[in-house]
């Protein structure tokens, strides 16, 4: 399996990354090497191996239902661009 | 409109009962000062690991275990990535391929009186996932603000096959579900700060047709009434588009509950563009069938369960039994009142809960949990009627003064009031003959043949004897002296 130019170029804009025209031929070259990688891969028997959803082959930890953060709102205020009225301010959002 | 059919499947976003989130430790409580409640998980600063709440877990078990569904005992969060400033991460943790519970069903009853009907709502799935915040648009000089104190609450997506036929079936499954979730303790279901919030994929297919029509998702519905009509709008309008010879795109639409219309949002994005995949910050939740045995040990009797109860045991109908389990709260106040009034009278317990009681609540505008009258009240008041102490005219005339607070019992009431019912047969007599003497005309009328002119006769003793003559009595009584 390989990507044309296009499919970078989508995938680029659902991640919002600007790619120039040399930067999408450049990204789709690495792209396709990663696919040559997981080509060779798959050439391995996998058959009745369970597909992993984790690298390591343990489970979640799970913790208690309490409270334990404290209200941090002007520390994590005092290094956001732009605030107001206890709001974090972002260029406008028109659905 | 005959030869359409409507489908509908419905997904919901219940709000979890915990109070703390998801993957954090900051608080869920509702209506805090903006971003209080947003740590440094919720605001996907560097370096931080969300952990998974026990309690929102446990919920879905005891969701997946009320409906009959498969809890899986591994299953997996993913990353649904999308941009949007209330969503700081740029992907909203949920579950994708290996979600915490599928299947399940959740029977329901439609309509009302004779008309009704139960149905059956296949479940697909329900997985855990994150809430975003709020997005507040509002003029602050041409920005939005963004309040993070929701984002990170714990949700369950519940996700029906589209197996609902009617705006009807649809609010009836939405009915039964938020009954279900408050009655086994997972979600609050306020739905004004959007604990419950549901989106409907409505299609319509020319009746016979194998194939769905194109379908159009309605987002964020808070409401019940909102659900119908936006529906009925919905369904309206796509009939009218293929009748005009138009195709339906799939799209995602809002419905404006002023103008009572829905109107596009976005047109619908494919699922892989969401590029889900296992979220490397999490492992595999596993469940364990120890801790789905505690968990279901500790279930209360499903609404099912009561109205098979209802029925088998206390003789009701499957429509009383439905009322009756509506919310938890009503049921307790239903069981509560038979307790003391004895199941022999459980129907005319239902009967008083569901017409009188309810009628005074809605007239009051007060929720059964602020009843003025209570179960032990109510149940003593059957008893007075089953004794025969007062009619079940006078027992009306109980109830308001019990509610009223004129008196702790119904006993004391009908003391105090004197509205105990005359049932010595001499007292009956003596009240007849003084009717049949002075109606003369209403006599001759019945012995030539008009019935009617029997009723008023009953009308006359009832009302010489203040309503509390015994009606039965009052009948036979009349009878044998009209018959000599």
């Known amino acids: 399996m390989s990507l044309t130019t296009e499919q970078v170029k989508r995938i680029a804009h659902l991640a919002r990354i600007e790619v120039s025209e040399s930067e999408a031929l450049t990204t789709q070259g690495h792209l396709n090497g990663i696919f040559e990688l997981i080509e060779q891969m798959q050439a391995v028997d996998t058959t009745g191996v369970e597909p992993m959803a984790h690298a390591q082959d343990v489970s979640q930890r799970l913790r208690t239902d309490a409270v334990s953060e404290t209200d941090r709102r002007a520390a994590y205020q005092a290094v956001a661009p732009e605030t107001e009225a206890g709001l974090y301010l972002v260029p406008k959002v028109i659905e | ?484």
Not at chain 2, 15 to 32: N, P, R
């Open chain 2, 1 to 484: 409109m005959n030869q359409w059919e409507v489908v509908i499947g419905i997904e919901t976003h219940a709000q979890l009962a915990t109070v703390s989130k998801i993957f954090s430790g900051a608080s869920t409580a509702f209506g805090a000062e903006p971003n209080t409640q947003a740590c440094a998980v919720d605001l996907a600063l560097p370096g931080v690991l969300p952990v998974l709440n026990r309690q929102a877990v446990e919920c879905a078990i005891r969701f997946g275990l009320a409906i009959g569904a498969h809890v899986a005992p591994k299953s997996v969060f993913a990353r649904k990535n999308y941009f949007y400033p209330d969503l700081p991460k740029g992907y909203q943790i949920s579950q994708m391929d290996l979600p915490v519970v599928v299947g399940g069903q959740i029977a329901l009853q439609v309509g009302q009186g004779d008309k009704a009907y139960e149905k059956v709502v296949n479940l697909t799935r329900a997985h855990l996932e994150e809430d975003a915040g709020k997005s507040l648009h509002e003029d602050f000089h041409g920005k939005s603000g963004i309040d993070l104190n929701r984002a990170g609450t714990p949700l369950l997506e519940i996700v029906t096959e589209p197996d609902m036929r009617s705006s009807d079936e649809a609010v009836a499954y939405a009915r039964a579900l938020h009954a279900l979730v408050r009655w086994i303790g997972i979600c609050d279901g306020n739905m004004q700060e959007g604990s419950f919030r549901c989106d409907a994929n409505v299609s319509v297919r020319p009746k016979g047709q194998a194939e769905f029509g194109t379908r159009r998702e309605i987002k964020n519905l808070n409401s019940f009434r909102f659900l119908k009509e936006a529906i009925d709008f919905e369904v309206q309008w796509q009939i009218n588009e293929i009748e005009e010879g138009r195709k339906i795109q799939q799209a995602t639409v809002l419905f404006d509950p002023d103008s009572g219309e829905t109107r596009m949002m976005r047109s619908k994005e494919d699922a892989h563009d969401y590029r889900y995949f296992p979220d490397p910050d999490l492992l595999p939740l596993i469940i364990d069938e120890a801790w789905m045995a505690r968990v279901r040990s500790e279930l209360p009797e499903l609404p099912q369960q009561k109205r098979e109860r209802f029925v088998g045991e206390l003789g009701l109908s499957v429509y009383d039994a439905a009322m009756l389990t509506a919310s938890q709260e009503i049921s307790e106040y239903f069981e509560s009142t038979v307790a003391v009034a004895g199941e022999a009278s459980a129907k005319p317990c239902a009967n008083w809960v569901m017409v009188d009681l309810a009628g005074r609540l809605n007239k009051d505008g007060v929720d059964i949990a602020a009843a003025a009258v209570s179960p032990q009240q109510l149940g003593g008041l059957i008893l007075r009627i089953a004794d025969n102490t007062i009619s079940n005219n006078i027992a009306k005339k109980v109830f308001e003064a019990l509610w009223l607070g004129e008196g702790a019992t119904a006993d004391e009431v009908i003391e105090k009031q004197g509205l105990k019912q005359i049932t010595d047969s001499a007292a009956i007599e003596s009240l007849v003959d003084e009717v049949l003497a002075a109606n003369a005309a209403n006599v001759a009328e019945f012995k030539a043949g008009k019935e009617k002119a029997f009723n008023a006769l009953v009308g006359q003793v009832m009302k010489a004897a203040k309503g509390k003559a015994n009606p039965q009595q009052v009948n036979d009584l009349l009878k044998k002296k009209l018959a000599e």
